[in-house]
């Protein structure tokens, strides 16, 4: 890794972030970052792609756009893309060979899926109930998704998604397949039997290590457009873990409306900052309830999502009401999208779903298939 020290040093490190969508390395490594200058809140990025024309382009600089814009001392991201010299995609195509050959510590999530951690900075927020939901919601528009619990000893996703007596099973690769619940892919520590062959991998697993073998060792499909990751409470290892292993990762906080759980989530939003996960934004769950007669009680205060959101520069994606179909839903294995899609929290949460596929949009289907025929003809000219 390049050290890299003053002003321009945070804009690097969110650059770690973005991952070309095609090699699976960030572009910081892969020396796609020409030139990174910072004038005034202002960020000027140049960034250099095999060939100009590449469709994945638009990828690629959103992603830069999306990450650097994260960062709190910039306001606006300029990007220039510019095309590499046939010396510079000799250089490349010898680190995506060398590193074919010791292929280290890469984990199974496609560099193109779309992770999205959903977090809080205390328990019993949501995190779960808004993590099934959306995962749903997201699958319902056309989406395929899966969803990771990380939390490894208080799991609750497979009773949310009435998956309780399913078990993972290993395929013929040696890989832990996800459990198919609802049309997307579920991975939980709820769904290892102790007496099942993969039981084995998982003893003794510390914390860290587990969430590890869970991206490394699960076969997630590489054709996975989001991975929905329910977080356990706090601020801990999972969290660093994560941001180590899928620098790709972004986050959802998800608070109640009340001033005391906002603080909390301030905690998380800033070691988001501090491990270079942007915040996508915030979401507000239990945020009021309205009796049969229609009145509004706001059971547990008001404006905690917004005030977030505002602290954070980013959108509140959207506030979910205190809904009793949540919890029946949650605790029967049928949750409120599926079961009650006419429901006020179902409603909210299919707008929700609407709403992060505009802020972090799913994969594209483009390949640069020109590009991949260069750097191929390129391999073959070195072998
Ligand atoms: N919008 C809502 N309306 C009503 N009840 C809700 C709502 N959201 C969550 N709940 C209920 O609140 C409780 C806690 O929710 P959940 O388990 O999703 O929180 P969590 O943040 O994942 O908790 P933990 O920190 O323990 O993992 C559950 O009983 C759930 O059904
Ligand atoms: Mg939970």
Redesign the pocket.
């Known amino acids: 890794m390049k050290a890299i020290t003053g002003q321009t040093a945070p804009i690097w490190e969110a650059l770690r972030g973005v991952l070309d969508p095609e090699l699976g390395e960030s572009v910081v490594d892969l020396d796609m970052i020409k030139d990174v200058r910072v004038d005034n809140g202002n960020a000027s990025i140049s960034v250099a792609l095999t060939i100009a024309a590449c469709p994945l382009r638009d990828q690629i600089e959103g992603d830069v756009v999306r990450k650097v814009a994260s960062l709190p001392e910039i306001e606006s991201v300029d990007v220039a893309i510019v095309a590499m010299t046939q010396a510079e995609r000799t250089a490349l195509m010898e680190r995506v060979r060398r590193r074919a050959r010791d292929n280290a510590g890469a984990t199974r999530v496609h560099p193109i899926t779309r992770v999205i951690a959903i977090s ?1 900075g ?9 993590s099934v939901n959306l995962a749903l919601a997201l699958a319902g528009l056309g989406h395929k998704v899966g969803l990771l619990d990380a ?1 490894i000893w ?1 799991f ?1 996703i497979p009773r949310m998604v009435g998956a309780r007596d399913t078990s993972l099973a290993a395929n013929s690769d040696g890989l832990i397949q996800p459990a198919n619940a609802m049309g997307i892919s579920v991975v939980s520590t709820g769904l290892i039997v102790e007496d099942e062959e993969t039981a084995l991998m998982w003893r003794g697993l510390m914390l860290s290590k587990a969430l590890e073998q869970f991206l490394r060792d699960v076969g997630w499909a590489p054709d996975l457009g989001y991975l929905i990751i ?1 977080m ?2 706090g601020t801990g290892d999972v969290q660093m873990a994560l941001a180590r292993l899928l620098p790709q990762a972004e986050m959802i906080v ?1 608070t109640t409306p009340q001033k005391a759980a906002q603080k909390v989530a301030s905690r998380v939003a800033d070691m988001a900052r501090r491990s270079f996960m942007p915040v996508v934004g915030v979401i507000e ?2 945020s009021g309830f309205t009796a049969r007669d229609g009145e509004r009680y706001n059971l547990f205060g008001s404006g905690g999502g917004n005030e977030l959101a505002g602290n954070l520069g980013v959108p509140l994606i959207g506030e ?5 179909e ?2 029946i839903g ?2 029967d294995g049928a949750p409120v999208v599926r079961a009650r899609p006419e429901s006020p ?1 179902a409603l909210v949460f299919a707008a929700i779903a609407k709403t992060l596929t505009d802020l972090v949009p799913p994969p594209s289907d483009d390949s640069c298939t020109s590009r991949i025929a260069i750097l191929e003809e390129q391999l073959a000219k070195m072998d």
């Open positions: 809080s205390k328990g019993g927020v949501g995190k779960s109930s808004v939390d208080g609750s329910d356990p409470p998800v769950n239990m979910i009401p205190l809904d009793p949540v919890v949650g605790d929290a």
